[in-house]
């Protein structure tokens, strides 16, 4: 690193974007006003902004979205920008989530969201049924002949048998797509207008009929768009982003850098558009129609079922939602910033996103969120995890909402380098407020702009964060332990509850145990291993292709990491690549952990022959580690032996304590981090430019004391994040090592660089 840049970051112009705030447009903009307020924030360090039009209609923002006087001022504020060799983003919507252009694209009911509903009905023994048919896609079935091929419809009615006491287990599938005229079994009447179906149970078991329909969301959906449907995000497009560029063609790719996408979701449990079943059928050479109560259905046949759902709905979000708006930046020079919903836990990102982790393949500057002034959660982790697994840097936070206005200098220091400990390497302020006039305070405060006590400190704390962002950027993170992202195994057991849209803090219960269990279980593996200063990343399905073995290690090699250890934690359901990748890890002498259960669904099954030797080969107690659920204690002694340690603490606090491992047994949405923390030591390792950077903070109320011992050719030095000091260690040197006394200050970070 150059001693230059980290004692005056504020010189280098390429760490300009390693803090951009949302500066809410919140009031009646005045030109004049405009330039202050960018004044402002160049005397304080701040470079890069991103307008973020507020509140409009609700106490908020006064004028025309999109509109002359709107391009009016944005262009104000690109020639003061340009004038001052300052970037750009674009935040491409009214509030938030993006898609809807101030909802004017979602008035066409065609691009809104589309969900499936389900009913289920219970007939008792010996009872009747009847109603009419209709084709699960709400498509009339007017003129049905018997001669018909009835394997060409979707009818909406499912016929499943249970015992006799009702016990939910055992279901047997007796009807759905093919009828036969039996008392016993169900059969169509061929009515004049519209066929209906009958069917007459048996007098010693009873019968569950589940009802299937498709239904547009009412009555907000003008705030979802369809983001499986590329005709959706392509109008989305034509709405906003063609029209910032029709207007400032010249700014594109020089002053304007990227475009801010915030926190798109799926509303409805179970999401639906017109072409899935085709895309279903063709991705997985099945009719999903043929089997959608399976989505709300137990059993591990189900189980499948709502594992290629969700493996689908996923890949459609990436492609036809990210992967459009990312062609299009790429063809006009800026970058697609991103960041979605529910990130904290596996049952969030498989509710709103289906596969989290895997949209972030079609994202340029990855992205999270985090509200509340606590820290400790997962979100960041996940994010991070799941750059890095495509190759990517430049990992954004948008921090601060929610945390009030008392926050205070201090933890806003505090917040702002854990999240650099966990990976971030830009800090995304929520926000800088045009106006705290009248109510507008009260959104979502505080802003840290010059409303805020502390706005005068701002130019130290944005030159610690342009020193984090260099220290943490263009090298690669030194963490040995990859860890198995199990949604697989997860949407097996995951019963998704459509009476909760989005919007319910409080939200549905995880019903299922299996689910809940793994749910639970990923939190708390996760946090304990940071609580042990084991860093990890995540592994996920969509990757896979990204990993191979190199030597005894796993190698990302689009960003040359090497993992020594692979866990496998809950790793019932896993795809056949991720088999195969750990089976042939064994084979070089790598070590692979299995957590909680053996593997015993491959998704989808290939060379069946090839695939149970690989699979047997990893269930062997004899190659692998296995660990029980539960048992964290095992688990850390074993990554310990596993793992190397170039660098130890041998005296003093050597851990750190999350006061908050774990949310209770729900969905969040959305998730307030204030009341949740973590003391003690922390620690990561990054290699840059041939050096060894040891980041250490210490999140205990005062200064401590610890010693370390670091192999290094050369006497270590402290590079201070806040200050930006460099100093000397007073080090004893004990063969290839130092041993260094450390003082490590509260609440920000120092750096122990090493060759």
């Given at each position: 690193?150059?001693?230059?840049?980290w004692?005056?970051?504020?010189?280098?112009?390429?760490?300009?974007e390693?803090?951009?705030p949302?500066?809410?447009?919140?009031?009646?903009?005045?030109?004049?006003e405009?330039?202050?307020?960018?004044?402002?924030?160049?005397?304080?360090?701040?470079?890069?902004?991103i307008?973020?039009?507020?509140?409009?209609g609700?106490?908020?923002?006064?004028?025309?979205?999109?509109?002359?006087?709107?391009?009016e001022?944005?262009?104000?504020?690109?020639?003061?920008?340009?004038?001052?060799d300052?970037?750009?983003?674009?935040?491409?919507?009214?509030?938030?989530?993006?898609?809807?252009?101030?909802?004017?694209?979602?008035?066409?009911e065609?691009l809104?969201?589309?969900y499936?509903?389900?009913?289920?009905?219970?007939?008792p023994?010996?009872?009747?049924?009847?109603?009419?048919?209709?084709?699960?896609?709400e498509?009339?079935?007017?003129?049905?002949?018997?001669?018909?091929?009835?394997?060409?419809?979707?009818f909406?009615?499912?016929?499943?048998?249970?015992?006799?006491?009702?016990?939910?287990?055992?279901?047997?599938?007796?009807g759905?797509?093919?009828?036969?005229?039996?008392?016993?079994?169900?059969?169509?009447?061929?009515?004049?207008?519209?066929?209906?179906?009958?069917?007459?149970?048996k007098?010693?078991?009873?019968?569950?009929?589940?009802?299937?329909?498709?239904?547009?969301?009412?009555?907000y959906?003008?705030?979802s768009?369809?983001?499986?449907?590329?005709?959706?995000?392509?109008?989305?497009?034509?709405?906003?982003?063609?029209?910032?560029y029709?207007?400032?063609?010249?700014?594109?790719?020089?002053?304007?850098?990227?475009?801010?996408?915030?926190?798109?979701?799926?509303h409805?449990?179970?999401?639906?558009?017109?072409?899935?079943?085709?895309?279903?059928q063709?991705?997985?050479?099945?009719s999903?129609?043929?089997?959608?109560?399976?989505?709300?259905?137990?059993?591990?046949?189900?189980?499948?079922t709502?594992c290629?759902?969700?493996?689908?709905?996923?890949?459609?979000?990436?492609e036809?939602?990210?992967g459009?708006l990312?062609?299009?930046c790429?063809?006009?020079?800026?970058?697609?910033?991103a960041?979605?919903?529910?990130?904290?836990?596996?049952?969030n990102?498989?509710?709103?996103?289906?596969?989290?982790?895997?949209?972030?393949?079609?994202?340029?500057?990855?992205?999270?969120?985090?509200?509340?002034?606590?820290?400790?959660s997962?979100n960041a982790?996940?994010a991070v995890s799941?750059?890095?697994?495509y190759?990517?840097?430049?990992?954004g936070?948008?921090?601060?909402?929610?945390?009030?206005?008392?926050?205070?200098?201090?933890?806003?220091?505090?917040?702002v380098?854990?999240?650099?400990?966990?990976?971030?390497?830009?800090?995304i302020?929520h926000?800088?407020?045009?106006?705290?006039?009248?109510?507008?305070?009260?959104?979502?405060?505080?802003?840290?702009?010059?409303?805020?006590?502390?706005w005068?400190?701002?130019?130290?704390?944005?030159?610690?964060?342009?020193?984090?962002?260099?220290?943490?950027?263009?090298?690669?993170?030194?963490?040995?332990?990859?860890?198995?992202?199990?949604?697989?195994?997860?949407?097996?057991?995951?019963m998704?509850?459509?009476?909760?849209?989005?919007?319910?803090?409080?939200?549905?219960?995880?019903?299922?145990e299996?689910?809940?269990r793994?749910?639970?279980?990923m939190?708390l593996?996760?946090?304990?291993?940071?609580?042990?200063?084991?860093?990890?990343?995540?592994?996920?399905?969509?990757?896979?292709?990204?990993?191979?073995?190199?030597?005894?290690?796993?190698?990302?090699?689009?960003?040359?990491?090497?993992?020594?250890?692979?866990v496998?934690?809950?790793?019932?359901?896993?795809?056949?690549?991720?088999?195969?990748?750990?089976?042939?890890?064994?084979?070089?002498?790598?070590?692979?952990?299995?957590?909680?259960?053996?593997?015993?669904?491959?998704?989808?099954?290939?060379?069946?022959?090839?695939?149970?030797?690989?699979l047997?080969?990893l269930?062997?107690?004899?190659?692998?580690?296995?660990?029980?659920?539960?048992?964290?204690?095992?688990?850390?002694?074993?990554?310990?032996?596993?793992?190397?340690?170039?660098?130890?603490?041998?005296e003093?606090?050597?851990?750190?304590?999350?006061?908050?491992p774990?949310?209770?047994?729900?969905?969040?949405?959305?998730?307030?981090?204030?009341?949740?923390?973590?003391?003690?030591?922390?620690?990561?390792?990054y290699?840059?430019?041939?050096?060894?950077?040891t980041?250490?903070?210490?999140?205990?109320?005062?200064?401590?004391?610890?010693?370390?011992s670091?192999?290094?050719?050369?006497?270590?030095?402290?590079?201070?994040?806040?200050t930006?000091?460099?100093?000397?260690?007073?080090?004893?040197?004990?063969?290839?090592?130092?041993?260094?006394?450390?003082?490590?200050?509260?609440?920000?970070?120092?750096?122990?660089?090493?060759?």
């Amino acid at each position: 690193m150059d001693r230059k840049i980290w004692k005056n970051p504020e010189l280098e112009k390429a760490l300009d974007e390693s803090q951009a705030p949302l500066w809410f447009w919140n009031d009646r903009l005045e030109n004049e006003e405009i330039l202050r307020q960018l004044k402002l924030q160049t005397e304080a360090g701040v470079r890069c902004t991103i307008p973020h039009g507020r509140g409009m209609g609700k106490g908020g923002y006064i004028g025309g979205y999109l509109d002359d006087d709107w391009m009016e001022k944005i262009r104000t504020v690109l020639e003061y920008k340009k004038e001052h060799d300052e970037p750009l983003w674009l935040y491409d919507e009214m509030d938030w989530p993006a898609g809807t252009c101030n909802q004017t694209v979602t008035k066409d009911e065609d691009l809104r969201e589309r969900y499936l509903s389900f009913q289920t009905i219970e007939i008792p023994a010996g009872r009747h049924f009847t109603c009419q048919l209709r084709d699960i896609r709400e498509n009339p079935l007017f003129g049905l002949k018997k001669e018909d091929d009835l394997s060409a419809y979707h009818f909406n009615v499912f016929f499943y048998e249970e015992s006799k006491d009702y016990s939910g287990e055992g279901i047997r599938k007796i009807g759905n797509r093919f009828y036969r005229k039996k008392a016993i079994e169900p059969y169509i009447i061929f009515a004049p207008l519209v066929p209906s179906v009958e069917y007459f149970s048996k007098e010693d078991s009873y019968a569950v009929i589940v009802t299937v329909r498709t239904d547009p969301y009412r009555p907000y959906g003008s705030l979802s768009l369809n983001y499986l449907d590329s005709r959706a995000a392509e109008t989305f497009l034509k709405s906003t982003y063609d029209r910032y560029y029709n207007e400032f063609p010249e700014y594109f790719g020089s002053v304007i850098k990227a475009v801010f996408n915030d926190e798109t979701r799926m509303h409805n449990a179970f999401a639906w558009t017109d072409t899935f079943e085709d895309e279903f059928q063709k991705r997985k050479g099945y009719s999903f129609l043929a089997s959608a109560p399976d989505l709300i259905l137990q059993g591990n046949e189900s189980g499948i079922t709502r594992c290629d759902y969700y493996d689908v709905l996923s890949m459609l979000y990436q492609e036809n939602y990210f992967g459009v708006l990312k062609k299009w930046c790429g063809e006009h020079g800026i970058s697609l910033f991103a960041h979605l919903l529910g990130e904290e836990t596996i049952a969030n990102q498989a509710r709103f996103s289906g596969d989290y982790m895997r949209q972030y393949r079609n994202i340029d500057c990855p992205g999270v969120d985090h509200l509340g002034k606590g820290i400790g959660s997962l979100n960041a982790k996940y994010a991070v995890s799941a750059a890095r697994s495509y190759g990517k840097e430049n990992i954004g936070v948008e921090i601060f909402a929610g945390c009030g206005w008392d926050l205070t200098f201090s933890e806003y220091i505090r917040m702002v380098t854990w999240m650099f400990q966990q990976g971030v390497q830009m800090i995304i302020n929520h926000g800088f407020f045009y106006s705290i006039r009248e109510n507008r305070g009260n959104d979502w405060p505080p802003s840290e702009f010059f409303q805020w006590k502390e706005w005068n400190r701002m130019p130290q704390a944005n030159a610690m964060t342009r020193r984090l962002h260099y220290a943490l950027s263009g090298g690669r993170p030194l963490a040995e332990v990859l860890v198995w992202h199990p949604m697989e195994s997860f949407w097996m057991h995951y019963m998704g509850n459509e009476f909760f849209k989005t919007a319910c803090e409080r939200g549905p219960l995880i019903e299922d145990e299996e689910a809940s269990r793994i749910d639970r279980g990923m939190q708390l593996l996760m946090n304990g291993l940071s609580e042990q200063n084991i860093d990890f990343d995540l592994i996920h399905t969509d990757a896979l292709d990204h990993y191979g073995i190199k030597g005894s290690c796993i190698e990302n090699r689009l960003n040359h990491e090497e993992y020594r250890v692979l866990v496998l934690p809950y790793a019932e359901a896993m795809p056949e690549g991720a088999v195969r990748l750990a089976a042939d890890f064994v084979s070089s002498g790598g070590r692979v952990i299995l957590f909680g259960e053996k593997i015993r669904q491959v998704l989808p099954k290939a060379d069946e022959e090839i695939l149970s030797q690989k699979l047997a080969f990893l269930n062997d107690a004899s190659r692998c580690a296995r660990i029980e659920d539960g048992d964290f204690e095992a688990l850390y002694k074993e990554l310990n032996q596993s793992i190397r340690h170039p660098m130890k603490i041998v005296e003093g606090v050597s851990t750190n304590k999350n006061l908050h491992p774990c949310y209770e047994n729900r969905l969040i949405d959305p998730f307030i981090h204030t009341g949740e923390d973590i003391s003690g030591v922390s620690y990561i390792r990054y290699e840059k430019d041939g050096k060894t950077e040891t980041f250490f903070v210490n999140y205990d109320n005062e200064p401590c004391s610890i010693k370390v011992s670091v192999r290094s050719r050369s006497l270590p030095e402290v590079w201070d994040s806040y200050t930006g000091e460099i100093a000397p260690c007073e080090a004893q040197k004990e063969g290839d090592s130092f041993i260094v006394p450390l003082t490590l200050p509260s609440g920000y970070g120092i750096f122990l660089v090493t060759d």
